[in-house]
C-alpha cells in the first residue's frame, strides 16, 4: 500500500519571476532541487517564410508529485498555490525555481516525478500579474516578435505529465535530488511536419501547448548544492 508524504514549502520567497522557493532543513535531511532552462530563448527561429523570437517563457504548476521506493508517494503543499517557471532572453544559465527539504533522511531511491501543469487559483500567493486575467487564469505565457510584430501568448490548458527516474540515488546526508526541467523553443512553433505554428493566431493554441508538453523534458541527478 502506497505511503503519502507531503513536501512542506517552509519559507516562500515568490515575490516576482526571478524568486525560489526554500526552506531551512536539517543537515541529514534529503532535499529535492528543481532547475528550469529554455533552449533558443532570445534567437531568431526561422519556421518556413516565418521568424519567431521569444524574449519570455514561463508557467505555472499547482503542485507535484514524488515517487520514491516501497510506494511511497511525496506531495508537494504548502501556501505557495503554485510554482512560477520563468525564463527570459536576460538569463543564460539554468535558474534554481525551488529548493525544499523532503522532511526524512531514510529513502534513498526515487522512481517518479509527476507534474500538474494548470493555472493558479485565484488566491495562489505568486506576484506575476500576467498569470490572472478576467474570468480566467492562465497556465503559460510566452512574450515575443513574429515576423518584428509583438506577441503575447497566453493559454489556460492543463496537462499532466510523468516522469520515470532511473539510476539516482541519495546516499549521502547532504545528497539532493536534482531535477532539471528545460525546453528548446525550436520544438514548440513547429508541428510534425514542420509547419509553422504562429502563437497570433487563437486556433493554433491547442497545437502549441500540445507541442509545449511533448517537449518538456526532464533530467535527474543528485548532488550537494550547499
Known amino acids: 500500500m502506497r505511503r503519502l508524504l507531503s513536501i512542506v514549502v517552509l519559507s516562500i520567497f515568490v515575490f516576482s519571476n526571478f524568486s525560489c522557493i526554500s ?23 526561422t519556421v518556413g517564410d516565418n521568424t519567431i523570437q521569444v524574449s519570455d517563457f514561463k508557467f505555472t504548476l499547482t503542485r507535484f508529485n514524488l515517487y520514491a521506493e516501497n510506494d511511497v508517494v511525496l506531495q508537494s503543499t504548502g501556501d505557495v498555490g503554485g510554482f512560477i517557471f520563468a525564463y527570459t532572453d536576460e538569463i543564460s544559465v539554468q535558474r534554481l525555481i525551488l529548493d525544499v ?33 478576467d474570468g480566467e487564469n492562465f497556465s503559460q505565457v510566452i512574450k515575443g516578435t513574429v515576423n518584428e510584430i509583438d506577441f503575447v501568448f497566453k493559454s489556460s490548458l492543463v496537462f499532466e505529465k510523468f516522469y520515470e527516474i532511473t539510476g539516482v540515488q541519495l546516499t549521502d546526508r547532504e545528497e539532493s535530488l536534482v531535477v532539471s526541467l528545460s525546453i528548446d523553443l525550436e520544438k514548440v512553433f513547429a508541428d510534425e511536419s514542420g509547419n509553422f505554428l504562429d502563437p497570433t493566431v487563437p486556433e493554433n493554441e491547442a497545437l502549441i501547448m500540445q507541442r509545449i508538453q511533448q517537449n518538456l523534458i526532464a533530467d535527474f541527478g543528485s548532488e550537494s548544492v550547499f
Open 23 to 45: 526552506s531551512t532543513a536539517e543537515s541529514d535531511e534529503k532535499r529535492i532541487s528543481i532547475f528550469f532552462s529554455v533552449l533558443n530563448i532570445g534567437d531568431d527561429l
Open 101 to 133: 527539504g523532503l522532511g526524512f533522511s531514510d529513502i534513498e531511491n526515487f522512481t517518479g516525478y509527476e507534474i500538474f501543469f494548470e493555472p493558479v487559483g485565484n488566491n495562489a500567493n505568486i506576484g506575476d500579474a500576467e498569470f490572472f486575467g
